[in-house]
């Protein structure tokens, strides 16, 4: 599942509740299409009710439930189709809809995890953006016009203040133009097939931050190629599946070769070996053994909470280690303003 995609006008908190309650009646007894009749009644959007109130329908009409779902590919990710398929083949569906709900909770979990400690930096940083304009463009220039009339020395902090304000003031549309231009064409270009898997892979060779990325897209993996294996969805299918619902083209590709590899007749490891800047030799010989031993979707999800735990670590570092980092620079640039304004006042009290 890509956990930092929305699906469009669908929350995942519905989605969520959405697994998680027809697992329960599904467990209980209750027929496929009773339990969809009182889940679409209980949606709370629009277009989730209209989503669950179609497949209620299909259902219904007799159609299957993984055909009901494959109708809706924004709503319904290809892990959860593929492992309905099983589920309704072998007649194991509550047990099916009960690991998928297990995955979703845990990918939500560690989604809210990254988004808390990524927001507070994002805030105090915008803030002190918007702060700096302020100053720069409204406050300084009414503050240090008055020096400039005084035949006074200015100090360096002052001086430095006023080629700044005055740099804004004069070229701060251009620079403000340059930067939207750069972002427009960015982003266009971040759109395109061949521009999205150049950023994505400058992205993976930056230094500390590509590690981390490297290991959230592993651990996706192993959790969805696991979850899968566990429910009973075939190899080749359960790459598929997870290449589909991969979030960075790079590695989406890199299961589509890996599953042509291993339906050519190589193993698995041998297969994820072939792609060593994406896949680390820890992951392979971990696969090794658990093809060995016959429990590839045991070790994956061992692999997944492996890599889950250590993004985790991260991302609390890292905000354990950005709030001192941020009040450091607010005080050193309240510091250079307070110097810049009243080192010029205190040169005039002793003259």
């Given at each position: 599942?890509?956990?930092?995609?929305?699906?469009?006008?669908?929350?995942?908190?519905?989605r969520?509740?959405?697994?998680?309650?027809?697992?329960?009646?599904v467990k209980?007894?209750?027929?496929?299409?009773?339990?969809?009749?009182?889940?679409?009644?209980?949606?709370?959007?629009?277009?989730?009710?209209?989503?669950?109130?179609e497949?209620h329908?299909?259902l219904?009409?007799?159609?299957s439930?993984e055909a009901?779902?494959a109708r809706?590919?924004?709503a319904f990710?290809p892990?959860?189709?593929?492992?309905v398929?099983?589920?309704?083949?072998k007649?194991?569906?509550?047990?099916?809809?009960?690991?998928?709900y297990?995955?979703?909770?845990?990918s939500?979990?560690?989604?809210?995890?990254?988004q808390?400690?990524?927001t507070?930096?994002?805030?105090?940083?915008?803030s002190?953006?918007?702060v700096?304009?302020?100053?720069?463009?409204?406050i300084?220039?009414r503050?240090l016009?008055?020096f400039?009339?005084?035949d006074?020395?200015l100090p360096l902090?002052t001086r430095?203040?006023?080629?700044?304000?005055?740099?804004?003031?004069s070229?701060?549309?251009?620079i403000l133009?340059?930067?939207i231009?750069?972002?427009?064409?960015?982003?266009?270009a971040?759109?395109?097939?061949?521009?999205k898997v150049?950023?994505?892979?400058?992205?993976l060779?930056?230094?500390?931050?590509?590690?981390?990325?490297?290991e959230?897209?592993?651990?996706?993996?192993?959790r969805?190629?696991?979850?899968?294996?566990e429910?009973?969805?075939?190899l080749?299918?359960a790459?598929?599946?997870?290449?589909?619902?991969?979030?960075?083209?790079?590695?989406?590709?890199?299961?589509?070769?890996?599953?042509?590899?291993?339906?050519?007749?190589?193993f698995?490891?041998?297969?994820y070996?072939a792609?060593?800047?994406l896949?680390p030799q820890i992951?392979?010989?971990?696969?090794?053994v658990?093809?060995?031993?016959g429990v590839t979707?045991t070790v994956?999800?061992?692999?997944?909470g492996h890599?889950?735990?250590?993004?985790e670590?991260f991302f609390e570092?890292?905000?354990?280690?950005?709030?001192?980092?941020?009040i450091?620079?607010?005080?050193?640039a309240?510091?250079?303003?307070?110097?810049a304004?009243?080192?010029?006042?205190?040169?005039l009290?002793?003259?």
């Amino acid at each position: 599942m890509k956990i930092f995609t929305k699906k469009p006008g669908i929350r995942r908190e519905e989605r969520l509740f959405f697994v998680e309650n027809l697992s329960l009646m599904v467990k209980a007894g209750l027929p496929l299409s009773r339990a969809m009749e009182v889940l679409a009644r209980q949606a709370g959007s629009a277009r989730w009710k209209q989503v669950l109130s179609e497949v209620h329908a299909d259902l219904a009409k007799g159609n299957s439930f993984e055909a009901s779902l494959a109708r809706h590919p924004q709503a319904f990710d290809p892990p959860f189709v593929s492992m309905v398929r099983v589920g309704e083949l072998k007649g194991n569906l509550a047990e099916v809809l009960d690991h998928y709900y297990k995955f979703l909770f845990r990918s939500e979990a560690i989604r809210k995890k990254i988004q808390a400690a990524v927001t507070y930096p994002a805030v105090v940083v915008g803030s002190m953006f918007i702060v700096g304009i302020v100053m720069v463009v409204y406050i300084l220039p009414r503050i240090l016009d008055i020096f400039r009339e005084i035949d006074v020395p200015l100090p360096l902090p002052t001086r430095l203040a006023i080629a700044m304000a005055n740099g804004v003031v004069s070229y701060g549309w251009i620079i403000l133009g340059v930067l939207i231009l750069a972002i427009v064409v960015l982003v266009a270009a971040g759109r395109t097939k061949r521009g999205k898997v150049i950023w994505q892979i400058a992205v993976l060779k930056m230094p500390v931050i590509g590690p981390v990325i490297k290991e959230l897209n592993i651990s996706i993996i192993a959790r969805n190629m696991g979850t899968l294996l566990e429910a009973g969805v075939n190899l080749a299918e359960a790459f598929e599946a997870a290449a589909d619902a991969a979030g960075s083209a790079v590695y989406r590709q890199s299961l589509l070769d890996v599953r042509d590899s291993v339906n050519r007749g190589l193993f698995m490891h041998e297969a994820y070996a072939a792609f060593p800047d994406l896949y680390p030799q820890i992951m392979v010989q971990v696969i090794t053994v658990g093809e060995e031993a016959g429990v590839t979707d045991t070790v994956l999800l061992s692999l997944a909470g492996h890599y889950e735990a250590r993004v985790e670590r991260f991302f609390e570092t890292i905000a354990t280690v950005i709030e001192p980092v941020l009040i450091f620079i607010i005080g050193l640039a309240v510091a250079f303003m307070a110097f810049a304004i009243l080192l010029p006042i205190y040169s005039l009290a002793q003259a």
